[in-house]
Nanobody, 125 residues
Framework: QVLLVESGGGLVQTGGSLRLSCAASGRTVSRYAMGWFRQAPGKEREFVASINWSGSSTAYADSMKGRFTISRDTAKNTVYLQMNSLKPEDTALYYC??????????????????WGQGTQVTVSS
């Protein structure tokens, strides 16, 4: 069993920054690829970023490149999402996800069997 707990969401003005954290616990999570997804009301779940188990490979959605950075601290079993230059359209519930793959970190939600409860990010205009 893998438990994921997100934190760090909140209310921020346009152009501001937030850093989300995802603390993972359970069996060998340090060898898991991790991803961030988001879902706004009335919209489908959207890929944000992902990182492989070692942190050597990352992937980003096109609209997040240059603004968001995913990283991980393997010793702490924690994954971070640094979000800069936030826009109102970034408002969503952000989820952390994990999958036991040693390959390129997946970019689709159905590749991830483990999910956190989400943390709300609201960007005011």
């Amino acid at each position: 069993q893998v438990l994921l707990v997100e934190s760090g969401g909140g209310l921020v003005q346009t152009g501001g920054s937030l850093r989300l954290s995802c603390a993972a616990s359970g069996r060998t999570v340090s060898r898991y690829a991790m991803g961030w997804f988001r879902q706004a009301p009335g919209k489908e779940r959207e890929f944000v970023a992902s990182i492989n188990w070692s942190g050597s490979s990352t992937a980003y959605a096109d609209s997040m490149k240059g603004r968001f950075t995913i990283s991980r601290d393997t010793a702490k079993n924690t994954v971070y999402l640094q979000m800069n230059s936030l826009k109102p359209e970034d408002t969503a519930l952000y989820y952390c996800a994990a999958t036991a793959t040693l390959a390129v970190p997946p970019m689709v939600y159905y590749e991830y069997p483990y999910w956190g409860q989400g943390t709300q990010v609201t960007v005011s205009s």
